[in-house]
C-alpha cells in the first residue's frame, strides 16, 4: 500500500486532482484499510472529457487492427496478474476467492473478444435497387464515452464497457465504483503499461458526484452506466433530452428460478443454492424467487432450507468458503431491513442466519459485514414489497404454485424487472415456453441462472435495462451507424 493517496490518471499522467478530499478502500471481510484514494471533483473530470476529447481525432485515424494492439498487451497482463488481481477483487469487494480469479477472467474473454474482433468484417455490403450503386452499412466511432461501473464486477465490468468501445476509435473516461477503487487503480496502471496515448483512457476516481459530473458533461457521446436502477433511469433519462447522446443503461433485478413438476431436483437444488447465495446474493442475476411446483415443492423446500443451512459464511480468501460478507454496513442495513420487512409482511420463515453466530464469524473479521441467508415461503399471488424489490442479499421466496408452465410464467414476469431467469425441467415444450415467454434479457435453462459469456448480449428489459445490452452488443452504444452509397457509373441519377 502506498503511503501517498492513489491518483488519478489523466491524459496519460498520474494527478492528484483539484480536491482536497480523499477516502479508503476497506476490505468488507475485517474492516482492514487498503489504501487512500484521492476523491475526483467537477474539475478533475473536466479536465480528463478535456484530454479524452483532444486524444479522439488521432486515435480514430488508427486502423482498428493497430488500437487492437494496446488491448492485446492488457490481455497479457491480466492473464500474468491473475492470481494477484483476482484477490485484489477478493479484498475490496468480498467475494469469495474463486469468484475473485473469475472475475478477472472475464475482464480477458472480454479484452479477447474486442481486440480479436478487429480483425473480423465490420458492417454490411447490401444490394441496391441501381446495378452500379455500391452500398454499405459503415460504422464510426461515437467520440467520448463516459464509463460509470458498480463494485460487484469491479475488473470484468469495466472491460465490458471499455474494450469494445476502444477497439472501435473511441476514447473514454471511467470511473470506478467507490467501493473498489484498488481495481481500477490497477486496471489505469495495465493501460499506461500497455502505451496507449495519452488521454485515449482516462479514470477519474471517486463518488456518485464525479459520476454525475461524467454523464451530465456535453462533450460525453455515449454514457455506459452499470448499476441501480434508481440511478441508472436518472441517467437515462437525462441523457435522452440531449439530442446526439446516448446513454446505455445495465440495472438491477429480481430475478426468478422456475422449478416445473417435470425437474431434476438435484439440478433444481444446486441452481437455486448457487444462485441465491454466491456472490452473497449481490449479483445483478442472483435469483431472489423460486417458483416451485406444488407436486415437487416440499422435497425442493427441504433440501434447499438445508442447503440454506449449512452454506458456509467466512473468510472469502478461504478455498472452503461458499459466502463472503456483504460489501458495506449500510448494504448490511439495507438487507436486514428486507429481512424485517418480510416478517412484517407476514410471509412463513424458513431459515434466519442474518445474525452469524459468534462460533461462525472467522478470528479477526469480527469488523466484517456479515450475513446469512434469510429464506421464506409467500403467497405468489400477494403484492408484498419483499418479494417485489431488489434486495441484493442472501433474501430469498420460495413462491408455490399449481398448474402449468403458463402460469408459473406469470408468477415469474410479475415484477418490474427483466434481468434473468432460469427454468429447470426435462420437458422441452415447458422449457421452449419459458424461452419465449419469460420476460427477461437473460435466460437460462437447467443451469443456474448467475452465468455471463461475452459473446452473448448482457442485458435486461422493463427496468433492467433500457435497450443496450453490453459486452459485446456495447458496439450498437459506441458507433454510429452510416449508410454508405457509392455511384460507380458515369451516368446522373
Ligand atoms: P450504484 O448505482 O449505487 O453505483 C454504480 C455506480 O454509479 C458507482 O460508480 C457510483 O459511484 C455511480 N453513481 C452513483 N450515483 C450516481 C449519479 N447520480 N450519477 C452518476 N453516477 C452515479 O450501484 P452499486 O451499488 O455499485 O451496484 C449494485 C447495483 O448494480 C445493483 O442494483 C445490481 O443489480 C446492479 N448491477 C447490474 C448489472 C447489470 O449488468 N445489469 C451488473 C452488476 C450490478
Same mark, same amino acid.
Given at each position: 500500500?502506498?503511503?501517498?493517496?492513489?491518483?488519478?490518471?489523466?491524459?496519460?499522467?498520474?494527478?492528484?486532482?483539484?480536491?482536497?478530499?480523499?477516502?479508503?478502500?476497506?476490505?468488507?471481510? =475485517?474492516?482492514?484499510?487498503?489504501?487512500? #484514494?484521492?476523491?475526483?471533483?467537477?474539475?478533475?473530470?473536466?479536465?480528463?472529457?478535456?484530454?479524452?476529447?483532444?486524444?479522439?481525432?488521432?486515435?480514430?485515424?488508427?486502423?482498428?487492427?493497430?488500437?487492437?494492439?494496446?488491448?492485446?498487451?492488457?490481455?497479457?497482463?491480466?492473464?500474468?496478474?491473475?492470481?494477484?488481481?483476482?484477490?485484489?477483487?477478493?479484498?475490496?469487494?468480498?467475494?469469495?476467492?474463486?469468484? /475473485?480469479?473469475?472475475?478477472?477472467?472475464?475482464?480477458? !474473454?472480454?479484452?479477447?473478444?474486442?481486440?480479436?474482433?478487429?480483425?473480423?468484417?465490420?458492417?454490411?455490403?447490401?444490394?441496391?435497387?441501381?446495378?452500379?450503386?455500391?452500398?454499405?452499412?459503415?460504422?464510426?466511432?461515437?467520440?467520448?464515452?463516459?464509463?460509470?461501473?458498480?463494485? =460487484?464486477?469491479?475488473? *470484468?465490468?469495466?472491460?465490458?464497457?471499455? *474494450?469494445?468501445?476502444?477497439?472501435?476509435?473511441?476514447?473514454?473516461?471511467?470511473?470506478?465504483?467507490?467501493?473498489?477503487?484498488?481495481?481500477?487503480?490497477?486496471?489505469?496502471?495495465?493501460?499506461?503499461?500497455?502505451?496507449?496515448?495519452?488521454?485515449?483512457?482516462?479514470?477519474?476516481?471517486?463518488?456518485?458526484? +464525479?459520476?454525475? +459530473?461524467?454523464?451530465?458533461?456535453?462533450?460525453?457521446?455515449?454514457?455506459?452506466?452499470?448499476?441501480?436502477?434508481?440511478?441508472? !433511469?436518472?441517467?437515462?433519462?437525462?441523457?435522452?433530452? %440531449?439530442?446526439?447522446?446516448?446513454?446505455?443503461?445495465?440495472?438491477?433485478?429480481k430475478?426468478n428460478?422456475?422449478?416445473?413438476?417435470?425437474?431434476?431436483?438435484?439440478?433444481?437444488? !444446486?441452481?437455486?443454492?448457487?444462485?441465491s447465495?454466491?456472490?452473497?446474493?449481490?449479483?445483478?442475476?442472483?435469483s431472489e424467487r423460486i417458483v416451485?411446483?406444488?407436486?415437487?415443492?416440499?422435497? #425442493?423446500?427441504?433440501? #434447499?432450507?438445508?442447503?440454506? &443451512?449449512?452454506?458456509?459464511?467466512?473468510?472469502?480468501?478461504?478455498?472452503?468458503?461458499?459466502?463472503?460478507?456483504?460489501?458495506?454496513?449500510?448494504?448490511?442495513?439495507?438487507?436486514?431491513?428486507?429481512? &424485517?420487512?418480510a416478517?412484517?409482511e407476514?410471509v412463513n420463515?424458513l431459515?434466519?442466519? %442474518?445474525?452469524?453466530?459468534?462460533?461462525?464469524?472467522?478470528?479477526?473479521?469480527?469488523?466484517?459485514?456479515?450475513?446469512?441467508?434469510f429464506v421464506y415461503e409467500a403467497d405468489p399471488?400477494e403484492?408484498l414489497?419483499c418479494t417485489h424489490?431488489?434486495v441484493?442479499?442472501?433474501h430469498v421466496a420460495l413462491l408455490k404454485?399449481?398448474?402449468?408452465?403458463?402460469?408459473?410464467?406469470?408468477?415469474? =414476469?410479475?415484477?418490474?424487472?427483466?434481468?434473468?431467469?432460469?427454468?429447470?425441467?426435462?420437458?422441452?415444450?415447458?422449457?421452449?415456453?419459458?424461452?419465449?415467454?419469460?420476460?427477461?434479457?437473460?435466460?437460462?435453462?437447467?443451469?443456474?441462472?448467475?452465468?455471463?459469456?461475452?459473446?452473448?448480449? #448482457?442485458? /435486461?428489459?422493463?427496468?433492467?435495462? =433500457?435497450?443496450?445490452?453490453?459486452?459485446?452488443?456495447?458496439?450498437?452504444?459506441?458507433?454510429?451507424?452510416?449508410?454508405?452509397?457509392?455511384?460507380?457509373?458515369?451516368?446522373?441519377?
Open positions: 500500500m502506498s503511503s501517498e493517496p492513489y491518483k488519478h490518471y489523466i491524459d496519460g499522467e498520474w494527478v492528484e486532482g483539484t480536491g482536497t478530499e480523499t477516502f479508503t478502500s476497506e476490505n468488507p471481510a =475485517n474492516g482492514e484499510t487498503l489504501g487512500e #484514494f484521492q476523491r475526483g471533483t467537477e474539475d478533475d473530470v473536466d479536465e480528463a472529457i478535456a484530454a479524452a476529447d483532444e486524444a479522439f481525432e488521432e486515435w480514430r485515424e488508427l486502423s482498428q487492427i493497430d488500437r487492437a494492439e494496446y488491448l492485446w498487451d492488457i490481455y497479457q497482463e491480466l492473464k500474468d496478474r491473475h492470481e494477484e488481481l483476482g484477490e485484489v477483487v477478493t479484498k475490496e469487494c468480498g467475494k469469495e476467492i474463486s469468484e /475473485g480469479k473469475a472475475d478477472v477472467t472475464e475482464a480477458w !474473454h472480454m479484452v479477447e473478444w474486442a481486440a480479436g474482433d478487429a480483425r473480423h468484417p465490420k458492417g454490411d455490403v447490401v444490394p441496391s435497387e441501381i446495378p452500379a450503386k455500391d452500398a454499405y452499412m459503415r460504422r464510426k466511432p461515437r467520440g467520448v464515452i463516459g464509463c460509470v461501473t458498480p463494485w =460487484n464486477f469491479p475488473v *470484468a465490468i469495466p472491460f465490458w464497457h471499455m *474494450a469494445v468501445s476502444l477497439v472501435e476509435g473511441n476514447t473514454v473516461v471511467w470511473k470506478p465504483a467507490e467501493q473498489t477503487p484498488w481495481c481500477g487503480q490497477i486496471i489505469a496502471e495495465m493501460f499506461e503499461d500497455s502505451g496507449i496515448p495519452d488521454g485515449v483512457f482516462n479514470m477519474v476516481q471517486g463518488f456518485g458526484d +464525479a459520476g454525475a +459530473a461524467i454523464t451530465d458533461d456535453g462533450r460525453i457521446d455515449t454514457v455506459l452506466f452499470t448499476g441501480s436502477a434508481e440511478v441508472g !433511469h436518472e441517467i437515462a433519462s437525462k441523457v435522452g433530452g %440531449e439530442p446526439g447522446k446516448l446513454a446505455a443503461a445495465e440495472m438491477g433485478g430475478n428460478i422456475v422449478i416445473t413438476e417435470e425437474a431434476d431436483l438435484d439440478i433444481a437444488v !444446486h441452481s437455486a443454492t448457487m444462485s447465495f454466491k456472490t452473497t446474493g449481490q449479483r445483478c442475476v442472483s416451485v411446483h406444488e407436486d415437487v415443492y416440499d422435497e #425442493f423446500k427441504q433440501r #434447499f432450507v438445508e442447503n440454506a &443451512q449449512n452454506v458456509a459464511v467466512g473468510d472469502p480468501l478461504d478455498e472452503n468458503t461458499f459466502m463472503g460478507p456483504l460489501i458495506e454496513e449500510e448494504h448490511k442495513a439495507k438487507v436486514s431491513n428486507y429481512n &424485517q420487512l416478517k412484517d407476514g420463515v431459515v434466519d442466519r %442474518e445474525e452469524l453466530g459468534a462460533e461462525e464469524i472467522p478470528e479477526g473479521h469480527e469488523d466484517g459485514h456479515w450475513v446469512g441467508p399471488h403484492d414489497r424489490e431488489e441484493f442479499g442472501p404454485y399449481s398448474g402449468d408452465i403458463e402460469d408459473a410464467v406469470e408468477i415469474h =414476469n410479475d415484477t418490474e424487472y427483466g434481468l434473468a431467469g432460469a427454468i429447470i425441467s426435462e420437458d422441452y415444450r415447458q422449457i421452449n415456453y419459458f424461452r419465449d415467454h419469460a420476460e427477461v434479457g437473460l435466460a437460462y435453462g437447467n443451469l443456474p441462472c448467475i452465468g455471463a459469456e461475452v459473446q452473448l448480449p #448482457f442485458g /435486461g428489459v422493463k427496468k433492467s435495462g =433500457n435497450g443496450y445490452p453490453s459486452a459485446r452488443e456495447v458496439i450498437e452504444a459506441v458507433t454510429e451507424r452510416t449508410a454508405w452509397t457509392l455511384n460507380n457509373s458515369k451516368e446522373i441519377e
